[in-house]
Antibody, heavy 118, light 107 residues
Framework: QVQLVESGGGVVQPGRSLRLSCAASGLTFSDSYMHWVRQPPGKGLEWVAFISKDGQTKRYADSAVGRFIVSRDNSKNTLYLQINSLTVGDTAVYYC???????????WGQGTLVTVSS | YVLTQPPSVSVAPGQTARITCGGPSIETIAVNWYQQKPGQAPVLVIYSDGDRPSGIPERFSGSNSGNTASLAISGVEAGDEADYYCQVSGGSGGPRFFGGGTKLTVL
């Protein structure tokens, strides 16, 4: 079965950088469009970024433009999200998800918590 | 694209819960629905307005007309208590938009 496992979260100071990873298994990763979605504590879901199968096309939410970088390594079946200049507002659980039919996100990882605090 | 959901819906066990998702001319866009229980990742329960992924009970159904899409859960059980989110796509490779979420309470 499809399994997505995020890692790399933790407590980080404002202004620092962090790289999140999402290890995929049970699917042909190189044939999968991928997304990052985040959820601040007690709040709703916010789409963050999209990357195409070959990594050539990337899209970002307005809140992510300029500070977030999505990338992938198909040889390692791994998706990444680099977050620079972290702010308190970036505190959230970050999920990776696969792109499904009708623009849905059909498989999700369990999430990794990023806490930005001094 | 702004999607509007009621913050909360309450229903008695065995009844039908209906959760709405409003947006301008939303009937022209495919709507997807997710269930999220506390401490867990979201789960896709309806895609393309009314299709169910494998493993999702027939009790879950969706519709989309005019400016409102709806998720219906018939024969509601205690285990259906969760947050529900609607979502649409901004096109292939485009952004994904989520509604604010609706907390379903089973009385």
């Amino acid at each position: 079965q499809v399994q997505l496992v995020e890692s790399g979260g933790g407590v980080v100071q404002p202004g620092r950088s962090l790289r999140l990873s999402c290890a995929a298994s049970g699917l042909t990763f190189s044939d999968s469009y991928m997304h990052w979605v985040r959820q601040p504590p007690g709040k709703g879901l916010e789409w963050v970024a999209f990357i195409s199968k070959d990594g050539q096309t990337k899209r970002y939410a307005d809140s992510a433009v300029g500070r977030f970088i999505v990338s992938r390594d198909n040889s390692k079946n791994t998706l990444y999200l680099q977050i620079n200049s972290l702010t308190v507002g970036d505190t959230a659980v970050y999920y990776c998800a696969t792109d499904g039919e009708a623009g849905s996100l059909d498989y999700w990882g369990q999430g990794t918590l990023v806490t930005v605090s001094s | 694209y702004v999607l509007t959901q009621p913050p909360s819906v309450s229903v008695a066990p065995g009844q039908t819960a209906r959760i709405t998702c409003g947006g301008p001319s939303i009937e022209t866009i495919a709507v997807n629905w997710y269930q999220q229980k506390p401490g867990q990742a979201p789960v896709l329960v309806i895609y393309s307005d009314g299709d169910r992924p494998s493993g999702i009970p027939e009790r879950f159904s969706g519709s989309n007309s005019g400016n409102t899409a709806s998720l219906a859960i018939s024969g509601v059980e205690a285990g259906d208590e969760a947050d529900y989110y609607c979502q649409v796509s901004g096109g292939s490779g485009g952004p994904r938009f989520f509604g604010g979420g609706t907390k379903l309470t089973v009385l």
